[in-house]
C-alpha cells in the first residue's frame, strides 16, 4: 500500500500525519483554523493544503506516492458543495482520493478500538454521535454557533460575556466573572459615565469583543470554572452540563452499549461536565466506559486506514497513539 494522509480539522487547528498501510506514523504538521463554517472554506483549505504539504515534505518518506487524503473536518459538507475540495486538491497538485469524515467520528476512534459506540465532543463546538459498525448512524446538535454548540467553549463563553455585560449594564447580579475579564482582556476600568450615560467599562469591552468573531468567545470558557462559588459563574457551568448532557441523550440507545469517548477541550480539561454524561448513561441502563482523549488525530488515522483495507486492532490502534505521541507539539 502507498502512504495514506490523516487529518483532524477542526476550528482552533489542523494536524495531519503522514501514514503507512501498517499504521506507522511517518511524520505529523500542524496548522491554523480549518472549519470551512466558521472560518470560510478558502481559509479552511488554505490551512489544510499547508498541513499536507508540510507533513508530505520530506519526499523521501513517500517516495512510493499516496493513496488518499482522509480529511475528518468539523462542518466538512461544506468542503463538499459543487465538488470543491477535490478540485482545489487537483489544483494543487494532489489527484489522489479525498475522503472527508466527522471530526466526532475521529474522536471516537481515537479512544476505541470497538466499532459500537458513543462520541461526546464538546470544545468550540458540541455535538454527540452514535457509532455503530464503524460509521456514525446518529448525531445530535454540532450546529454551529448560530443554531446550536449547546455545552460549547463557544456558548459557556457567550454566557460569560452575557454574565458580565449584564453586571455593568446593571441588568444583572454583581459577579466576580466582571473583574476576571476586565483583567484578562486588559481592558480599562472607568466606573463614570460615557456615550448617553453607559459606563465606560461597559464601552471598553463592548469595543474589544465586537472586534472577535463569534467562536472567538469560546477563549472565555476557562473563567467560568474559576468561581465555583459566584452564582453567575456557577449557573453558566450548571447549564451547560445540563445541555450536554440532553445532547448525548439524544443519541443514546439502550439496545446498543459501548464506550463513549470524551473529546474537546471543555469535557478533557474540566472534570465536572463529564458528570451529566455517567448521569445519562446510568439512565439508559448501562454502565459509564467513559475514555478522553486530547485530539482526533489517532482516530483520524483509524479512519484513513480502515478506508484504505486495513483491519485496526488493538496493536494498530497502540501504534498509532505511540506514534502521534512521539510527534507532538
Sequence with gaps: MKSLIALDAGGTSVRAALLAGDGTVRS?????????????????????LDTVTRATSERTLIDEGLDSITICSAGGSEFLRDGWLAKEFHHAGFTMPVHLRSDI???????????????LVSGTGAAAVRVRAGEIVAVADGMGWLLGDEGSGFQIGQAVARAVVADLDRRGPATALTAALTELLDIEVDPRAGHEGRVRTLLNLSDVLF????????????????????????????GAQQRLGTTLTAVLDPHSPGPVVLGGSVLTRQPAMSAPVVEAMTAAGFPADLRTVGDGLVGAAVVALRAAGTDVDDAVHRRLTEGVARFRV
Design 28 to 48: 505529523v504538521a500542524v496548522g491554523g483554523r480549518a472549519n470551512p463554517v466558521s472560518s470560510g472554506r478558502k481559509v479552511a483549505f488554505e490551512s489544510v
Design 105 to 119: 467520528l475521529a474522536a471516537y476512534c481515537s479512544g476505541a478500538v470497538e466499532l459500537d459506540g458513543y462520541g
Design 211 to 238: 472586534g472577535w468573531s463569534p467562536i472567538e468567545l469560546a477563549r472565555l470558557t476557562p473563567l467560568a470554572f474559576e468561581f465555583p462559588h459566584d452564582e453567575a459563574a456557577r449557573e453558566i457551568v450548571a
